[in-house]
């Protein structure tokens, strides 16, 4: 049997260099421990410290009120207002605006035009140049049944101051008018037509209660407003029966009037 014997100088080299390498594993495992350790508590720190410095960031400072006092007078509304609503969030077209629709007074028909109607006032005054005379008012209705020609329905209330005994009386007349010329504010015209009268004594006073009224006659008329006019006007006014009666006195008289005729 073969006995290897070691010298006791290689083993004491070998267990130093066994020791060195020991020593200086431990070292680096003690380092890495520490590294780890100390890596571990950094992430730690930033984790803990994260979310407050976050909070702090998010959370606004307060807000200080205004008192009442110094808010801002309240805005009074117009329709200014809507258009400028159009326009939140830039520039945009406004819509198109609509225009406004006009309404034009309304207008009655021009003075004698063909199928317009007019209504009169009227009041006259006639005397026979011999003492008796008559007062007469009343109204009229006029329809204009072709241009500037009108045919009127008159009716009058009458006194009758005569010898002999005054009386009261009603008449009704129909004439034709004619506005042979028709400017724009005035007009000549010309008249004639015929009534029925009755009234409370004998007019004339040898005469009858029923009588019949021919007149005829001339006239101007002026607009006093762009609606009303003024006509003025003088007529030969008759009065008698007609040869209705047993006898038939009659009385011619000269008559001035005056009207104011209107739209109808």
């Known amino acids: 049997m073969e006995v290897s014997i070691t010298p006791l100088g290689r083993v004491g080299a070998t267990q130093r260099r066994f020791c060195l390498r020991e020593k200086v594993t431990l070292a680096l495992v003690e380092v890495t421990y520490c590294q780890l350790l100390r890596g571990v508590c950094v992430v730690a720190a930033l984790a803990f410290a994260a979310p407050r410095t976050l909070a702090s960031e998010c959370v606004s400072p307060p807000i200080a009120l205004a008192p009442p006092s110094s808010l801002a007078p ?17 520039e945009q077209e406004s819509a198109p605006s609509v225009p406004a629709i006009e ?3 309304e207008t009655h028909a021009r003075f ?5 109607w007019r209504w009169q006032l009227l009041g006259g005054f006639m005397s026979d140049l011999e003492g008796d005379s008559q007062y007469q008012f009343g109204a009229s209705l006029s329809w204009f049944f072709h241009e500037g020609i009108s045919m009127d329905f008159q009716v009058e209330g009458d006194y009758i101051a005569q010898s002999g005994g005054d009386a009261w009386g009603g008449t009704g007349t129909l004439l034709f008018r004619w506005h042979f010329v028709n400017e724009e504010t005035w007009s000549l015209y010309a008249d004639l037509g015929c009534g029925l009268i009755g009234t409370s004594a004998p007019v004339p006073a040898s005469g009858g209660s029923v009588n019949f009224t021919p007149q005829a006659g001339g006239g101007v008329s002026f607009a006093i407003t762009p609606e ?6 003088v007529r030969w006014f008759h009065i008698s029966n007609a040869n209705t009666g047993e006898t038939n006195p009659g009385r011619n008289s000269a008559m ?4 104011l005729s209107f739209p109808f």
């Open 103 to 105: 309404v034009a007074p």
């Open 256 to 259: 001035a009037y005056a009207m």
């Open 228 to 233: 009303a006019r003024l006509m003025l006007g």
């Open 74 to 90: 309240p805005i009074a509304f117009t329709p200014a207002n809507i258009d400028a609503g159009l326009t939140l969030g830039g």
């Open 112 to 116: 004698g035009a063909e199928n317009s």
